[in-house]
């Protein structure tokens, strides 16, 4: 276990000086990962919490590349809203399916962490609108 002048500290596997396999990283902030790291970035499979000592927290669970969200995963808003589905560069990109706390739900394509192409989505009421949306916006 290496703690660092900044409070951080890290617990896990190194090359070349540098985190790399498998290993655990808390921010003196309270945020921890926990998975897989190559050349000190987070890649591969992990979980990321922005508060490790809170149950209800942002977190993410997933594939990660370069340090950035990237693959398939699964994010958790304190709120309890929930993301699954595919990630690029850090945002939803690809498929995806979103569910709101308040019972709706989008399935269908994402762009740039907007609800973008072919998609549904359906209401609390039970109400349903299909077809494209451009950034967040059902167009038909």
Not at 2 to 21: C, M, R, S
Not at 67 to 81: A, C, L, P, V
Request: charged share 20%; proline share 1%.
């Amino acid at each position: 276990t290496d703690i660092f002048a900044n409070g951080d500290f890290y617990n896990g596997e190194y090359k070349q000086g540098l985190p790399d396999g498998y290993g655990q990283y808390k921010w003196k902030s309270g945020s921890s990962y926990t998975g897989d790291f190559v050349k000190g970035m987070k890649q591969g499979k992990g979980k990321w919490k922005k508060n490790e000592s809170q149950v209800n927290c942002n977190q993410y669970i997933g594939e990660y590349y370069n340090d950035q969200k990237h693959g398939q995963g699964k994010f958790i808003w304190e709120s309890g809203n929930v993301y699954e589905g595919q990630y690029a560069n850090d945002k939803r990109q690809g498929f995806g399916l979103m569910k709101w706390v308040d019972g709706t739900v989008y399935e269908g394509e994402w762009q740039y962490g907007a609800q973008h192409g072919l998609g549904t989505i359906t209401f609390p009421n039970g109400q349903q609108k299909q077809g494209v949306f451009q950034n967040n916006v059902f167009k038909g």
